[in-house]
């Protein structure tokens, strides 16, 4: 794709967002509301897709990783042992190991604060700009938190490895999914997201959504068996 072609990409991204995020979610978001049977769930994420999902139902945030990032191998190793990690207080450190961390804060010109848990899993409030707020925020919605209706998401994301969702597999969630910008069809847990064929990674769908072309959310959340629109 040519500097001509992307530019127009970023704008029609943009534009998309822009109206899911701020129109329709406000406007006409009445009807998939109210299809959505369950309500009372919780959605663990490694990333910020899922304040997308919440937003586009119009619930309060459930869930302790809204607005987070935590990268995939760590987020594997917090997956597998979930309610121990969730137990654990969230400290906060100022280095981090992780390169690209350290590129997100030189594109955003601030740092953000670093979570820890457990020594070894890393969260990255990259939306918050004090310790204290991030701290705050984890805590009230740490209770919240729905242990019996749990919804699990994970993407291809910076530092993602495919023998990691060989692992995210076998982890013993109800409903899990992988967003995915390449055909895991092997992988039951898959949504192959054709729109970023052609990039490293699924990214910038917390607002735009687009995998909502091959998911059905709504049917997801309720927990009904064929919430995939197309094979992957």
């Known amino acids: 794709m040519n500097i001509t072609g992307f530019l127009k990409q970023i704008n029609i991204d943009t534009l998309e967002s822009t109206l899911k995020w701020n129109f329709i979610d406000r406007f006409f978001s009445s009807f998939q509301r109210s299809k959505l049977k369950n309500k009372d769930f919780s959605i663990i994420g490694n990333n910020c897709f899922v304040g997308g999902m919440y ?40 280095e981090t190991n992780h390169l690209m961390a350290h590129r997100f804060c030189e ?11 457990g020594e070894d899993v890393e969260v990255h409030f990259m939306h918050y700009y004090t310790e204290e ?74 607002h735009n959504r687009k995998y909502e072309k091959y998911l059905d959310l709504v049917k997801w959340l309720n927990g009904e068996d064929n919430f995939l629109k197309t094979k992957n």
Not at 141 to 156: A, C, E, P
Request: proline share 5%.
């Open 55 to 94: 937003h586009k139902f119009g619930l309060a945030y459930t869930t302790p990783t809204i607005w987070t990032y935590i990268f995939p191998e760590e987020y594997i190793r917090f997956l597998g042992n979930l309610d121990w990690y969730l137990k654990q207080p969230l400290k906060f450190k100022k």
């Open 107 to 117: 594109r955003m010109n601030r740092n953000y604060p670093i979570g820890v848990l």
């Open 133 to 206: 707020e991030a701290l705050e925020k984890w805590n009230r919605r740490i209770k919240r938190l729905n242990f019996n209706n749990l919804f699990i998401v994970f993407s291809d994301g910076v530092e993602f490895k495919e023998e990691l969702l060989e692992r995210y597999e076998k982890l013993p969630y109800k409903h899990k999914i992988f967003f995915s910008s390449k055909p895991y069809g092997h992988c039951k847990s898959t949504v192959f997201v054709k729109d970023y064929a052609n990039a490293t990674h699924v990214y910038d769908s917390t």
